[in-house]
Each structure stands twice: as structure tokens, then as C-alpha cells.
């Protein structure tokens, strides 16, 4: 073999050494790559059940509000019988101490 037959089957063997190194470079990146998208799409699974418990959270916080504002609703009509009933009795209380006040119209005489 001549020396330039010699220089290229060294050439080739490098280049062909080279390749391989890339081959597995790029095998290895694939995996990491595969495996990223693994954990990536875990991590979108948790998230949209993450999303759906607070879809549905949220519904029921909203059921609560409604019965929490229904509950608040039939407390102030309450609290205005309340305040109307005391009105009542502050003004028959008045008319008592009114009566009491005047006497019963007999005058005690001894």
C-alpha cells in the first residue's frame, strides 16, 4: 500500500471513530430527550388533575357562597323583625311607665 492509501485508511478510521462518537451522543440525547418528555408530560398530568380539583373546588366554594349569602339574606330580614318587635315593646314599655307614672287616678288619702 502506498502512503496515500495509508493516510486515507487513517482518515477514514478517524472519520469513521468520529461518527461513532456522535452516534452515541445522539443516542444519549434521544434518551434524556425521551426521558424529559416523560417527566414533562407527568408533570402536564399532574397539573390538569391539579386544574380539574380546583375546577371543582371551586363549584363548590360557589355552592357555599350561594347558601352562605341565602343564609345571610334570611338573617337580616330576622334581625329587621327583631328590631321591629324591640320598637313594639320599647313602646309599650313606655306606655307602662306612662300609666305608672299618672297612677290609677285614686288618690290615697289618710
Not at 496515500?4 to 472519520?15: C, G, S, Y
Not at 461518527?19 to 424529559?36: D, V
Not at 366554594?61 to 327583631?82: K, P, Q
Request: charged share 35%.
Amino acid at each position: 500500500m502506498a502512503d496515500d492509501d495509508l493516510d486515507r485508511l487513517a482518515l477514514l478510521e478517524r472519520l469513521q471513530a468520529q461518527q461513532e462518537r456522535l452516534n452515541a451522543q445522539l443516542i444519549e440525547l434521544t434518551a434524556r430527550l425521551g426521558e424529559e418528555q416523560g417527566h414533562h408530560a407527568e408533570a402536564l398530568f399532574r397539573a390538569d388533575v391539579a386544574v380539574t380539583r380546583l375546577d371543582q373546588e371551586q363549584a363548590l366554594h360557589a355552592e357555599r357562597l350561594e347558601r352562605y349569602d341565602a343564609i345571610l339574606t334570611r338573617l337580616d330580614a330576622e334581625s329587621a323583625r327583631h328590631a321591629q318587635r324591640l320598637e313594639r315593646l320599647d313602646t309599650i314599655l313606655q306606655a307602662i311607665k306612662a300609666l305608672l307614672e299618672r297612677g290609677n287616678g285614686h288618690s290615697e288619702t289618710a
